[in-house]
């Protein structure tokens, strides 16, 4: 196992719950993305219940609340220490490569020979920023969500904060409530109200089986796994953080940032188009809820189907912004993240240097397997509650692959 | 100066920018244009009416244009691609201003020629790859002037019809489009 964050242990308890020899490479500490690489304010976006691991469901007091990283970092070592999992820290792997009947992992503390290799060392260990980072003038400060732990790190003065996901959207609000003046460049995004007829919207999720939708039912797996993470925010008021809410708070709204040319940042005029498919597609899966709680849970309480209003565009969404004017002062680049295989030496990336995978299942590398990358295997394979399920299916693929002496795969 | 002749009426324009200058809502013009499905990826757009001078106006004649899709896109090719109508829009802005810059310079022109190339990659369009953009991520527009002028002369020609085309801007700068089903 190449990671010991709630993935990597899911796959560990399954394991050791079928007797498996087996050993948890960690670079830093258990959860140590959390630890490392999250910004202070940051609370995970699933409600507490939602937090299950195998074996070890959220115990707390408060199940409908939202961890902050302190909370999530305990929880998830609770869970390590509760597996008795075989976690080696400060373990740093340097290299994977195939050998005769499996494969020699080297690490900064030696070399390990093994059959099987499960890689879970996350989805996001580099933040993705885009070329046209190279043109932003040099008195611009920029942050990724990696170096950005709290708005007063920022110059004062207005904020560019580039993409809409679940990350953007927070930092865009945090910014804004500190005094900086936040204008945020809005691509493709996923809107989600906070609650849906009196529930959590990850509720709905969950219980109307949308999460449950596996990999190889899923028309466009290649969009599905792209999607930027869902417009929410976990808070104690469980407030909604679309687009309205932050065009009312004051962030100003401008279009998929296309290009910086000299000096001045130009914004796409699609922002309509792309404001109508968020809403259509919020609608249409709120819709699928409906149309659930119809069909297989009439007795469900909940209260009646709510209607929202449609993202209210600017009348005329600025299209320019000169970045040497003065006007913005630091952009926050949430444009996304990406995994670092650069210690992988074993030919299993596709030409964008993504695994080429079968639901986990690494195409090409018999006995290797990857868990917690984006709709893995279910729609749900990213969040806390999703390690599970596909633990138990990739560690079933595993016995039966070691059983079988390694000739299938 | 007299003797050049591009047939471009360059009073008329100098007349007309002075007179607008003083009528700034005249100025605002609306352009449109219509377009009506016949089948498969065959459509025909027609172009007549517009508004300007603050008054509905319109070509001597409707304009029509037909667009499709060649047989390599399974499509019956009864006309060029929109994207192709792109590069003839850009083109013809271009040339246009050429003529009109040359002849309010004093340039004898004698034959103007642009070839266009737009470089696109289908990953875009065909949805297989979302880091690739659907629009040209590449325009190169080559032009051939045979003039009375040095070939300094005639790269600032060009560079100023650039600065003042339309289409230029339309294919350089972002715009704000508003798509609506009524």
Known sequence: MIGAGHAGLAISRVLTERSIDHAVLERGE?????????????????????????????????????????????????????????????????????????????TDQGEIGCRCVVLASGAANIPRVPQLRQAVPERIECFTPFDYHHAGQLPPGGALVVGASATGVQLADEIQRSGRPVTLAVGEHVRLPRNYRGRDVLWWMEHAGVWNQRYDEIDELDRARGLPSPQLVGTPEHATLDLNVLSAAGVAIVGRLAAIRDGRALFSGGLRHLFALADLKMQRLLDTFDQWARQSAPGVEAAPPEHFEPTRAPSSPRLELDLRSGEIRSIVW??????????????????????????GVIVDAPGMYAIGLPVLRRRKSTFILGAEDDARDLVAHLAHYLADGGRSG | MASVNNGVNIDALLAAREAL??????????????????????????????????????????????????????????????????????????????????????????????????????????????????????????????????????????????????????????????????
């Open chain 1, 30 to 106: 258990v959860a140590n993305s959390w630890r490392c690489e999250r910004w202070d304010s940051l609370r995970l976006l699933t409600p507490n219940w939602q937090s299950r691991l195998p074996g070890y469901p959220y115990s707390g007091v408060d199940p409908d609340g939202f961890m902050g990283m302190p909370e999530l970092i305990g929880h998830i070592t609770n869970f390590a220490a509760a597996s008795a999992a075989p976690v080696r820290t400060h373990t740093t792997v340097t290299s994977v490569r195939r050998i005769d009947g499996g494969y020699r992992v080297a």
């Open chain 2, 21 to 182: 200058k003083g009528a700034p809502a005249a100025a605002n013009f609306t352009w449109r244009a219509s377009c009506k499905w016949q089948n498969g990826t065959h459509a025909t757009s027609t172009v007549q009416g517009f508004h300007g001078l603050g008054d509905e106006q319109k070509h001597k004649t409707e304009f029509s244009f037909e667009t499709d899709h060649p047989e390599v896109f399974a499509s019956e090719d009864h006309g060029a691609t929109p994207v192709e109508l792109v590069l003839v829009g850009l083109a013809s802005c271009l040339t246009a201003g050429v003529a009109t810059v040359a002849q309010n310079r004093g340039i004898q022109l004698r034959s103007v020629e642009a070839k266009l190339e737009g470089k696109m990659n289908l990953y875009g369009i065909l949805g297989i790859d979302s880091d690739v953009r659907n629009g040209y991520d590449d325009i190169k527009v080559t032009f051939h002037i045979d003039a009375d002028a040095s070939k300094k002369d005639i790269e600032a020609l060009v560079a100023q019809s650039q600065k003042r085309s339309a289409v230029y801007d339309i294919v350089t700068n972002p715009t704000n489009v508003t798509v609506e089903v009524v």
């Open chain 1, 334 to 359: 949430a444009t996304g993240f990406r995994p670092d295989y650069r210690w992988l030496e074993v030919p299993v990336l596709d030409r964008k240097g993504e695994l080429r995978h079968d639901g």
